[in-house]
């Protein structure tokens, strides 16, 4: 279901599908890992499998060309739009996960504060799964697909987004129990 949903979206950009699609394995194998550290974790393994891989699936949308992505949108609302893909294919969970994993998760006082080009409200990772994906996905960037984002640089960019922004992600690595190993 997950790869024919990439498909179906992606298929007529090769480039930003590979992209997203290797990102994508990167942040579901470290969600797993994760999950495995934590048996005593009630989380759905299937859900986490299927919601890490479709996490991105707005970003066609958005312009970013360095990624291949040729869309009229802001690169900030690929998770809303993601999240608006979802729930028309009858995914309303995963729906869910697109739309809470951006950044250490957005408040709706940063959209007000930033002018954020996203409707108002607030997306904060709230499940265990919702979290977990949230925090894996920070580690991969899909500007470079394959190297992986040291913590202590993931939170110096946190820092663009405020205080708040730094808060959380210190509250996600220390729940997620993973030690920094740059």
């Not at 290797?22 to 005593?40: G, N, T, W």
């Not at 996203?118 to 991969?140: N, S």
């Not at 470079?144 to 820092?159: F, L, P």
């Amino acid at each position: 279901m997950v790869y024919e949903l990439i498909d179906k979206y992606y298929n007529d950009n090769p480039a930003l599908k590979e992209i997203l699609v290797r990102h994508s394995e990167q942040v579901r194998e470290r969600a797993l890992k994760i999950v495995d550290m934590h048996p005593e974790w009630d989380v759905d393994r299937q859900f986490i499998k299927e919601a890490a891989m479709l996490h991105d699936i707005g970003i066609y949308l958005c312009e970013a060309p360095k990624i291949h992505c040729n869309g009229t949108h802001k690169y900030i609302e690929h998770g809303y739009l993601g999240a608006e893909i979802l729930r028309r294919e009858g995914l309303p969970k995963h729906a869910l996960v697109a739309e809470r994993h951006t950044g250490s998760g957005i408040t709706m006082d940063q959209v007000l504060r930033e002018d954020l080009p996203i409707p108002l409200a607030d997306y904060l990772p709230i499940t265990m799964e919702e979290k977990i994906i949230c925090y894996a996905d920070k580690f991969y960037s899909k500007g470079h697909v394959g190297e992986e984002v040291a913590n202590s640089k993931i939170r110096e960019n946190m820092w663009k987004y405020g205080h708040d922004a730094v808060v959380r992600w210190d509250a996600l690595v220390e729940l997620m129990g993973e030690a920094d190993r740059h």
